[in-house]
Every structure is written in structure tokens, then in C-alpha cells.
């Protein structure tokens, strides 16, 4: 199984994703790279990584896609770019999966310039894992940010295709899934929001999952759900929510066990339980936002990601791909816009 991986633009540099790519190789033997970036560096930080360069095809690619970048800059001058290439490699069958740690809204538009949106898909999305009390550990939540505004048929295509992510992310036979809103009342949220809640349950069936109804923000980490569908402004603003008060939690805890004599020696007792605690929230072990809805699978790792957390996505990538989940997704969403045509087909009948 091959993965493209864009080495440049993240905080770390190249040598924590050529580290992070090391990582993810020592732990499976059925992975091969194809790594993008400035060849004569990445060589030399190859070569420091013993059997890596085994594994590694190296491709040109001087230029470099920077965190300040615009996407609309990036559209007209991001040919020659690792990012680019990156996605050029999976556009052109050399590679099942492209992981990139590089600015987000370059990627996504990158992605839909050259891998083009799957067939019915209006918008992309991007869907993150949010740690729960599921048997899995993690519940997904999409769209968390690839576009602000969602109708009521993307909100139907995003469960399809959540759905079809937890199923071959996590095995997930039947996910369960949920539509945030503010309240569980039907009565209750934007019009958009009561449309996708009547239109949802008439894809679960043949879809394979069970529609929960609507849920609240309490239940992004609850065991009533698998599968969050919201729009990308209020995905987002959860998400970086959720990230800042896990920070703020773990500073207030290194604060307290650190207060006093008793503090410390209380923390040195409980240090098996936090570091149980600490691996369990751990962002690294779910870092990589995947980008659903493109004719190829693309994995955004968060820029600042350690070797860990570069392992971690492209970990996601290769599972994805061994699962045949691109094919998987495709035909899902065909299947929402069969079932939305016969919807819309029964409601003209019945007006006329």
C-alpha cells in the first residue's frame, strides 16, 4: 500500500514527518512512501533512517506551500509545490492516500482543483475523531471546517459519508448518527436542520446505519452516538473549543500536583492512572482530519504534529485505504443522490 506524504509546511519541519514516516514503516511492513519535497533534503534526512530509503520514492518538489499562503494564491502559483505533487501522486494511481500536515485551506482547495469532488457531492468535508466513552474510543464529527454553510442535502450526504468512515475506520457495522442541534426537540434549530432530519432517516435503512435524531453538544463525547453531522462553522468552533479546554484541564492539573509537598507526592501515587488519563486524550493518537467527498482520500495532520502524531495519520491513511474505503464512499454517496431524487420525484407527484 503506498501513500503519498507531502514533507513540507508543517511547524516541524521535514525532519519530523520523514521521523514520523520512519515511526509508522518500523510498525507495518505493507506500507511504501512516495515523499515530496526538496530531493537532495530529503535524501540526506532519509538516509539518517537506515531501511526507510527501501521504502521511499523521492519527487521533486522545490516549492513549498507556507501557513500564511492564501488558497486562491495557491490555486494560480502551487504548481511545483510538495503539496501539489503529493496530490498529484494519488491523482495519477501511483498512490491510494496523500497525507499532508500543510495549511488547510490550500489542501482543500488543491484537493478539489486536482482530485475533483465525487459525483453529488456539493460540499467536501472534513471529518475529525473526538475522544468518547464508545468501546472504539472516539466518536467522528464532520464537517469540522471545509466549508461554513451546509443545505439540507449536504447534511444528508455528510452522514453517508460519516457513516461510511466509522464503518471503515472503526468496523463499525451499524454506526449510530446523530444531527447537532441545540435541542433534541424536533420543533427545535434552522430550517436546514429540520429538513436533513426528515430526509436523513430515509437513507439509513439502505445505508447501514441507525439515525439517532438530533443531538446536543453534550453528546460530541457521549456513548449515544458514532457519528456527529453538523455544518463546518459550528464543527470548527467545537473542535478548537474542545482542544483548548483539554489544554486548559491539563495545565490546571500540572498547577495543583504541583502546589505543595503533599500535591507532589498525591501525583507521584496516581502517576499509573494519569498516564492512563494522558494516553486516553492523547490529540496525537487522533490527529489527521480526513477530507471526505474527493475522488481520492486525503489525510490533514495538524501542522504542529510531532513524529507521533504524523505516524498516527498516516496510520489512518493506510487503514482507509486497505479497507477500500474510496470505492465505498463513492457509491454511498450515489446512493443519497438516487434516494434525494426519489424524494424530491415523490413530493412534484404529490404536489401536482
Not at 519530523?16 to 533534503?41: K, L
Not at 495549511?103 to 482547495?109: K, V
Not at 455544518?231 to 468552533?237: A, E, I, K, P
Not at 486525503?298 to 482507509?320: E, Q, Y
Request: net charge positive; with cysteine; hydrophobic share 40%.
Amino acid at each position: 500500500m503506498v501513500i503519498s506524504v507531502d514533507a513540507m509546511g508543517g511547524d516541524r519541519g521535514p525532519a519530523t514527518v520523514i521521523a514520523g514516516m520512519a515511526e509508522s514503516a518500523g510498525r507495518n511492513p505493507d506500507i511504501r512512501f512516495i515523499v515530496h519535497g526538496p530531493q537532495a533534503e530529503l535524501e540526506r534526512l532519509i538516509a539518517r533512517r537506515g531501511d526507510l530509503a527501501r521504502r521511499c520514492d523521492i519527487r521533486d518538489a522545490a516549492g513549498v506551500v507556507t501557513m500564511d499562503d492564501k488558497p486562491s494564491q495557491v490555486l494560480r502559483k502551487g504548481e511545483g509545490t510538495s503539496m501539489w505533487s503529493a496530490l498529484e501522486s494519488v491523482r495519477r494511481g501511483e498512490a491510494t492516500a496523500t497525507v499532508s500536515c500543510g495549511n488547510t485551506g490550500a489542501l482543500m482547495a488543491l484537493s478539489m482543483l486536482r482530485l475533483r469532488k465525487l459525483p453529488g457531492v456539493n460540499r467536501p468535508a472534513i471529518a475529525c475523531l473526538w475522544p468518547s466513552r464508545n468501546p472504539q474510543g472516539f466518536n467522528v464529527m464532520l464537517d469540522v471546517g471545509a466549508d461554513i454553510r451546509a443545505d439540507a442535502q449536504d447534511l444528508l450526504t455528510y452522514a453517508l459519508m460519516g457513516a461510511s468512515y466509522a464503518r471503515n475506520g472503526f468496523g463499525l457495522e451499524r454506526p449510530r448518527v446523530g444531527l447537532l442541534n441545540v435541542g433534541t426537540e424536533e420543533h427545535k434549530g434552522r430550517p436546514e436542520l429540520k429538513q436533513a432530519h426528515e430526509l436523513i432517516p430515509t437513507t439509513a435503512q439502505a445505508a447501514n446505519f441507525d439515525y439517532v435524531g438530533f443531538v446536543e453538544g453534550g453528546d460530541l463525547p457521549s456513548a449515544r452516538v458514532d457519528v456527529i453531522v453538523t455544518d463546518g462553522f459550528t464543527g470548527n468552533v467545537a473542535l478548537k473549543t474542545g482542544e483548548g479546554t483539554a489544554k486548559l484541564v491539563g495545565e490546571l492539573l500540572k498547577e495543583a500536583f504541583g502546589k505543595s509537598v503533599m500535591s507532589r507526592f498525591a501525583a507521584l501515587l496516581a502517576m499509573g492512572s494519569l498516564k492512563r488519563l494522558q494516553k486516553r486524550i492523547d490529540p496525537r493518537r487522533v490527529n489527521g482530519g480526513v477530507f471526505l467527498g474527493l475522488n481520492g482520500t486525503v489525510v490533514k495532520s495538524h501542522g504542529s504534529a510531532d513524529a507521533t502524531g504524523v505516524s498516527a495519520a498516516i496510520k489512518l491513511a493506510f487503514r482507509l485505504a486497505q479497507s477500500g474505503f474510496q470505492d465505498r464512499l463513492a457509491a454511498r454517496v450515489a446512493q443519497s443522490v438516487a434516494a434525494a431524487g426519489q424524494i424530491n420525484g415523490s413530493k412534484e407527484s404529490e404536489a401536482s
